[in-house]
């Protein structure tokens, strides 16, 4: 229902409706800015305004000495990450629709497991894992790296395995019918339209995946958040400020992304390249109408 | 796996602290995000516009920044204070963080709830003359809910996992003292991770399938 907006929980205003709602507008108003006020008030008392601790983002040099070098750590882990999960994902998620039982369930179980697990736990686990049971050091990238392929990976396989089952079965059944082989079926039929499909969801699993770098810091991985929440306030000791900084960092990108996956969603519902209706990712809430960025939970 | 039977009081302890952690964040989620929805859906724009900033700046920073930003921003920096206990007061400070985030998905779960009632029980609500509050909270919430309990389900799993990142800021909560926990055994690293890898387990899945049942029980049958 996309046509359908929300405005008809309400009558259109009448007079007495319209003065009530500019009053309302007014009481809500002044309780925002009272709220504003009293925090602000509050960075006030702790000292928090001083320009001493807000100048140094107007200074290139760090920019380019201390946040640039984060930005790119974050972005090269999410990078390196998305480009192997990807294929990854496509491994498990195909796989999950074999018909031998003995790839189809190790896929499931991998899927499901990965699924299951919070990234923390796995980034912990290569990082101390890797060197106690393989003998060796994983660097923080090498760990986070790791945890993200395989949690991402595994979210992928589902948005595969959704995106192949949304082509209509009617595709294979000819596919069969002029005696194409299961390989070929899902290589010229199947993939070929669920790709179109599922492109959407996989760029907001990117969001996600770029998102949940940020873990790193708590390994030590000296990313975009480690710029603003361990180096930038060990220079200026102004944690709050830069960590508001780094924030507006993170949502900007996050946003430009989310508007490339809209903007692909768009693409393939009207695409008449395929078949399938695009697949919405998982866990995904889909409203009509919202704005770009993250949809995914978590 | 002697490690992981001499440790069991520690990790059920860690636990309970993630058990803890997800109620307690999940309960003012639950709230704050109800609120926040319907602001969304409210006849005034600045009411609207407030729930949408919050909802888009929540969902685009990383859980990591937020808990770290309620851990050493409010707690050391503007010295907000619950307890005199420096533990306890980090774990209120990690629970504001995961219900400010987890809220803003509830919040666009709801209002996608709100989307699936039928325009025509908004429609005879107003004609019968319910005001917008009414509306809501009589005809249309009542519905919403009922029809987005599987995707709350799945937003209280996330959190449930999500928990973990309150490790940023010291809460002894299961992936902590999973950490600790292998630094004190190295020779034992894999037991351990099983076994709190089937601890989430354990959480998560009949969660999943708790909420499955409830959506069923409880969807609205039309």
């Not at chain 1, 409706?17 to 500019?22: C, D, E, Q």
């Not at chain 1, 396989?157 to 019918?177: D, F, T, W």
């Not at chain 1, 390994?219 to 780094?246: M, Y």
């Not at chain 2, 992981?4 to 860690?14: G, R, T």
Request: contains cysteine; aromatic residues 8%; charged residues 10%.
């Amino acid at each position: 229902m996309s046509t359908r907006s929300t405005d008809i929980l309400y009558d259109a205003p009448g007079p007495r409706a319209r003065a009530r709602n500019t009053v309302l507008t007014v009481v809500v108003v002044v309780v925002a800015l009272l709220a504003a006020y009293t925090m602000v008030a509050k960075l006030g008392e702790k000292n928090q305004l001083d320009p001493a601790l807000w100048t140094p983002f107007l200074r290139g040099d760090v920019w380019i000495n201390l946040i640039v070098p984060g930005l790119l750590n974050t972005l090269s882990a999410a990078l390196v990450a998305s480009l192997i999960a990807v294929p990854f994902g496509f491994v498990l998620g195909i796989g999950r629709l074999s018909d031998h039982a003995l790839i189809r369930v190790p896929a499931g179980v991998v899927v499901e497991f990965f699924r299951a697990i919070p990234l923390l736990i796995m980034i912990f686990a290569v990082m101390y894992g890797g060197s106690a049971v393989f003998g060796l050091t994983v660097t923080p990238f090498a760990a986070v790296v790791v945890g993200l392929v395989l949690y991402n990976g595994s979210v992928l396989a589902e948005i595969v395995r959704a995106g192949i089952q949304a082509v209509p079965r009617g595709q294979s059944e000819a596919a069969y019918a002029v005696g194409l082989r299961k390989g070929q079926v899902m290589r010229m039929i199947l993939l070929p339209q669920a790709v179109t499909a599922m492109m959407p969801a996989i760029v907001s699993q990117l969001v996600v995946l770029l998102k949940d770098t940020a873990l790193g810091f708590i390994v030590s991985f000296e990313d975009l958040l480690n710029a603003g929440a361990r180096v930038l306030p060990s220079n200026f000791n102004n944690l709050i400020p830069s960590v508001i900084v780094i924030a507006v960092v993170y949502i900007i990108i996050n946003l430009v992304v989310g508007a490339v996956a809209t903007w692909l969603e768009r693409r393939s519902r009207r695409s008449r390249k395929t078949t399938a209706t695009p697949v919405e990712p998982p866990g995904a809430i889909v409203v009509a109408g919202t704005t770009p960025g993250v949809s995914a939970v978590d | 796996m002697q490690a992981l039977l001499d440790e069991f009081p520690v990790i059920l302890n860690a636990f309970w602290l993630t058990i803890r952690l997800t109620l307690a964040s999940g309960a003012a989620a639950l709230v704050l995000g109800t609120i926040l929805a319907a602001m969304r859906v409210s006849p005034l724009p600045v009411l609207r516009g407030i729930g949408t900033a919050y909802v888009n700046i929540l969902r685009n920073t990383p859980l990591t920044l937020v808990i770290v930003f309620c851990g050493l921003g409010l707690g050391l920096v503007l010295d907000v204070s619950f307890s005199t206990s420096l533990s306890t007061n980090y774990l209120w400070l990690s629970i504001i963080g995961l219900s400010a985030y987890t809220a803003a998905f509830v919040c666009e779960a709801i209002r996608s709830g709100i989307n699936t009632v039928p325009v025509g029980q908004a429609e005879a609500a107003r004609a019968i003359g319910l005001t917008f509050s009414q509306n809501l909270r009589l005809i249309v919430l009542p519905q919403a809910l009922r029809a987005v309990v599987a995707p709350l389900g799945s937003i209280l799993i996330a959190l449930t996992k999500n928990t973990t990142i309150a490790a940023a800021i010291g809460v002894t909560e299961a992936s902590l003292t999973m950490k600790t926990l292998f630094e004190a055994h190295g020779d034992a690293v894999v037991p351990i991770f099983f076994g709190f890898a089937l601890g989430f387990l354990v959480l998560t899945l009949p969660t999943g399938l708790l909420f499955t049942w409830l959506s069923r029980r409880l969807a609205v049958v039309r």
